[in-house]
């Protein structure tokens, strides 16, 4: 006869465990993201010690589950597996059903409830035993089997049965480390940044720069969805889009041509520092890796940071290779939507020969030709706010 | 709002859409049902298929087939080739008929691309003399969707004939059906035409054929559309299309001398400073090409959008296919082939409308002159 048991998933948590005295708030916010994740989908989510579970929810959405909560900043790793009542014949049953067909295998028993009357050693060898007579293509093996057998036994009368455990996205739960404005563009390198630091536990916004009519709508519907892949991770985000076409029209007007890109980028800068202070940002976070095009060298970099005042810029990608990023944007799903041919910055206002190295005291003597203030001013103007949530 | 992209698709006829409605309600049935209400539909289609072929093809030799959209009618003669000899296309072909031709070449097919004159039409000579007796099939644009250039394709499938009697000779005459007064002559196999383009809804198209012509089907099912086209009969779209066709077809001469008008006066009135037209005179008054020098097409699309004005263009902000095909193979160069905007009519547009475009079409390409120095 089947005994009764209920699917549920397992989620183990990372370096919450360093925090010491925060513990208890870390665990609340990676309690509420995970709760967030699962929006639409009826569930219960209990913690025993060390661990939650996930319960009550429809089997045939285990597989969705376990993709949602993957993808939660500071899981470790999650297993679908079974509550069943802690008992010898119960436990046996439910291994029965999940054992693999062939190969070599090994049971982990963990006793949480020391009132159950076999240790773990025990428990192994006991229901070790039983699956060799059972299928005879089963072989043992403790060193480097092909499939594990898990048996948790927790205190209240129940155990958890599984058998294979899924690697999670690790890192910190999103909102433990603040609050930053990452500067998203159509490309391939500010989705990864962003993760990178949303995978720190910060809470992302994002900022668009546009320059319409000279680039279009599809380039703008890329951002969104790239803003939506990203938000997948962290829970959903605001995408603030903002148009820099008078800029670049003044910057075309009364500047050298070759200084567009270094003087565009301070204003993108400005732009940002306001907004991340009316927002309550913390910093600006960019995709800039060093030296990969003309505007990310030392240089560019010195003139972009020297506008903003009062909060760090961070650049998750300084020290990577494309070839890096590339690999990570493809893990992380935002590779095929940024490389869609979209622009987001035409190449009407792009110079033949960009400063590769500009000299700041140069910088500003261009700049000064412009109407700083009321250039940015009139780009707030154009603000919108997008509330982006997961798919 | 003035729309003036109508060739990319134009606005349904109201009451050639009212008038079928009943087919999505009432009268919903499959017309292959045996019951009477089934037969009952069965034979509206018929009659649309009747009514459809007579306004393009003399009475006997020929018969339709309703596809799904005219690539499918396109892409239905090309996957139709047998595996030897050659294919003859021209650089003016709707990427339907392009794009399958290249993917037959990808598979190992002699595909053959006759040039263009500056107006988009296509070089004859030169297409006689890419085809040979191995020629299967030659397709030739009707009426370019880009330009406007109308080929002759008459006099064309009986030349082509000469060489290549056993070749088939198809023309994808979507621009041309219902705007240009023309009728099917003995020498040409297959001829495409599509609902959307002169007020029908989207979702049908036909493939008009000489009876006994190759024709191989590329979806199998049901066995509908006489085993050429399986699928159920999508019937309102059918009926509705018949309908609209018999609207067009019954003003065509005056829609066309009208249109005519709107096509001269936005010739003589936009700013020959700024703009080129490429359209020959002689090209399907429906549709007008024009260059703005050293500007972006789509940018000036973006504008003219902000200022009510929706129009074409040949040419996409985007890195890939940034430059249309079919304008770089007239003969105009990657600098003025990125200001390419398609105005394209229908016989709705007043003369007032066109008129006020214009005015915005200058206005908006002056200032963006003026902003790109």
């Known amino acids: 006869m089947q005994r009764e048991r209920e699917i549920v998933i397992i989620v183990r948590y990372c370096e919450i465990h360093l925090k010491g005295k925060n513990r208890g708030y870390f665990e609340k916010v990676f309690m509420n993201n995970l709760e967030k994740a699962l929006t639409g989908i009826r569930h219960e989510m209990r913690k025993p010690s060390g661990r939650y579970v996930v319960e009550e929810f ?334 | 709002m003035i729309y003036l992209d109508n060739a990319a698709t134009t606005a349904p006829d109201a009451d050639a859409v009212q008038a079928a409605a009943k087919y999505l309600q009432s009268d919903f049935f499959n017309p292959s049902a045996l019951y009477k209400e089934g037969f009952e539909v069965h034979k509206e289609v018929e009659g649309a298929r009747r009514r459809i072929l007579s306004y393009v093809a003399p009475v006997g030799g020929y018969e339709l087939i309703f596809t799904g959209s005219g690539s499918e009618a396109d892409n239905q003669v090309l996957f139709s080739c047998p595996n030897h000899g050659n294919i003859v296309i021209t650089g003016g072909e709707h990427a339907a008929v392009y794009n399958a031709a290249k993917e037959l070449a990808r598979r190992g097919m002699d595909v053959r691309i006759a040039g263009l004159n500056a107006d988009g039409s296509v070089n004859e000579q030169e297409l006689f003399g890419l085809v040979d007796k191995n020629t299967v099939l030659v397709s030739v644009i009707h009426v370019n969707n880009e330009t406007g250039a109308i080929n002759d394709i008459a006099s064309l499938a009986s030349h082509v004939k000469e060489i290549a009697p056993a070749s088939v000779f198809h023309s994808d005459g979507v621009q041309a059906f219902g705007k240009i007064p023309f009728t099917l002559s003995g020498k040409i196999d297959l001829y495409t035409i599509s609902a959307h383009k002169i007020g029908g809804v989207r979702g049908v198209a036909a493939l008009i054929r000489r009876k006994g012509a190759r024709l191989h089907p590329l979806i199998f099912g049901g066995g509908q559309e006489n085993g050429l086209r399986s699928g159920t009969e999508n019937t309102f779209a059918i009926k509705q299309f018949e309908f609209a066709a018999e609207h067009k077809i019954a003003s065509l001469s005056k829609d066309f001398a009208r249109v005519k008008e709107l096509n001269l006066l936005v010739r003589g009135e936009l700013d020959p400073e700024i703009f080129e037209i490429l359209s020959s005179s002689s090209a399907s008054p429906y549709i007008l090409s024009v260059a703005a020098k050293g500007l972006r097409g789509e940018v000036l699309l973006h504008m003219l959008n902000d200022a009510g004005v929706l129009v074409g263009t040949g040419s996409a902000c985007s890195s890939k296919n940034r430059y249309s095909r079919v304008i770089l193979a007239c003969g105009v160069g990657e600098s003025r082939a990125d200001g390419v905007l398609r105005i394209s009519f229908s016989a709705n547009n007043t003369e007032s409308e066109v008129r006020e475009a214009v005015s915005i079409i200058n206005k908006n390409a002056r200032a963006l002159a003026g902003r790109m120095r």
């Open chain 1, 58 to 391: 429809d089997a045939s959405r285990a597989d969705e589950i376990v993709e949602r909560l993957r993808k939660v900043f500071g899981t470790h790793t999650l297993s679908i597996g079974y509550k069943v009542h802690a008992d010898m014949e119960t436990i046996w049953d439910t291994v029965k059903s999940i054992a693999p067909q062939s190969g070599t295998f090994k049971v982990l028993a963990n006793r949480g409830d020391k009132h159950f009357p076999l240790n773990s050693m025990q428990i192994n060898a006991e229901i070790g035993g039983r699956l060799l007579e059972y299928n005879p293509k089963l072989k043992v093996d403790v060193h480097a089997p092909e499939h594990e057998v898990y048996i948790d036994i927790r205190e209240n009368g129940t155990a958890l049965v599984f058998s294979q455990i899924v690697k999670g996205a690790g890192g910190m739960p999103v909102g433990t480390s603040g609050n930053g404005l990452l500067l998203l563009s159509g490309g391939i390198d500010s989705p990864v940044a962003g993760y990178m630091i949303a995978k720190r536990g910060m809470q992302l916004q994002a900022l668009h720069f546009h320059s319409y009519p000279y680039t279009n709508m599809q380039a703008r519907e890329k951002v969104e969805e790239l803003a939506r892949v990203l938000s997948s991770y962290t829970g959903g985000m605001r995408l603030h889009v903002v148009s820099v076409t008078h800029i670049q029209e003044a910057i075309h007007r009364d500047c050298p041509e070759e200084m567009m890109i270094t003087l565009l980028r301070r204003f993108m800068m400005r732009i940002a520092e306001r907004l991340a202070k009316q927002t309550g940002a913390q910093c600006i976070i960019t995709g800039e890796s060093l030296g990969q095009v003309a505007s990310q060298t030392i240089e560019g970099m010195t003139s972009s940071n020297a506008v903003v005042e009062s909060m760090p810029v961070l650049r998750p990608l300084v020290g990577f290779d494309k070839t890096e990023i590339i690999e990570r944007a493809r893990m992380i799903g935002t590779f095929e939507t940024s490389i869609l041919p979209y622009e987001d910055c035409c190449t009407v206002f792009l110079p033949r020969h960009p400063l590769i190295k500009p000299k700041l005291e140069n910088v500003l003597a261009a700049e000064q030709k412009l109407d700083v203030a009321g250039l940015v001013e009139e780009a707030f103007a154009s603000l919108e706010t997008l509330d982006i949530r997961q798919k």
